[in-house]
């Protein structure tokens, strides 16, 4: 094995754990969001879980966020509470750094 090759592998590994970790990440983004919007629509419990669930299923319709957005977008107005997209984006964002720093925190 040359040391390109030695090289490539080891690019093509550190994409693969990269991935694993986005994948992860957005996963556990998702449920927060999810737990985070079901108390804004007052749920609790068993009811809160089911939607955080939803959202995580949301995030698998379409590649990146925006399907989650537009889940969040929706059920927000369907429930007539004000939330900007600003407010929805930035939770996201913020949500998402704390996903990835407890996914590397935990191994």
Do not use: C
Not at 84 to 99: G, N
């Amino acid at each position: 094995m040359t040391t390109f090759d030695k090289r490539q592998e080891g690019f093509e590994k550190q994409f693969a754990r990269d991935e694993e970790l986005r994948f992860k990440a957005s996963a556990r983004r998702n449920k927060m969001l999810g737990h985070w919007a079901a108390e804004k629509f007052g749920l609790t419990g068993a009811e809160a879980e089911a939607y955080a669930k939803e959202i995580v299923a949301a995030d698998f319709e379409e590649p990146g966020d925006h399907d989650v957005f537009n889940k969040l977008r929706q059920d927000f107005d369907a429930r007539g509470i004000a939330q900007s997209d600003h407010q929805i984006r930035r939770t996201m964002d913020e949500l998402m750094e704390k996903a990835i720093a407890a996914i590397k925190t935990s191994g």
